[in-house]
Nanobody, 123 residues
Framework: QVQLVESGGDVVQVGGSLRLSCAAS????????MGWFRQAPGKEREFVAV????????YYADPVKGRFTVSRDNAKNTVYLQMNSLKPEDTAVYYCAAAMYYYCSEPEGYDYWGQGTQVTVSS
């Protein structure tokens, strides 16, 4: 079992920045690819970014490419999502997830999920 706890969500103005954290604990917490997803009201959960086990590979969804950066510190079992130039359409609950076997953008490839943290971008 891997437990994931997100933090860092807040209300921020358009153009602002925010850094989300995802603390992992449990069995082999640092041995998983880690993804970030988000879900806005009335919409399906969508992929945001993924980082490989070692942090050597990352992949982003087109809407966030160039604005968001995913990173990890395996010594701290923590994954981060740095979000810059935030837009109103970034408003959502953000979830981190751990994938034991895959490095992918599909939610089905992830085995463990956090409870989410709310990000609201106000204009």
């Amino acid at each position: 079992q891997v437990q994931l706890v997100e933090s860092g969500g807040d209300v921020v103005q358009v153009g602002g920045s925010l850094r989300l954290s995802c603390a992992a604990s449990g069995r082999a917490a640092s041995s998983n690819a880690m993804g970030w997803f988000r879900q806005a009201p009335g919409k399906e959960r969508e992929f945001v970014a993924v980082i490989s086990r070692t942090g050597g590979s990352t992949y982003y969804a087109d809407p966030v490419k160039g604005r968001f950066t995913v990173s990890r510190d395996n010594a701290k079992n923590t994954v981060y999502l740095q979000m810059n130039s935030l837009k109103p359409e970034d408003t959502a609950v953000y979830y981190c997830a751990a994938a034991m076997y895959y490095y992918c953008s599909e939610p089905e490839g992830y085995d463990y999920w956090g409870q989410g943290t709310q990000v609201t971008v106000s204009s």
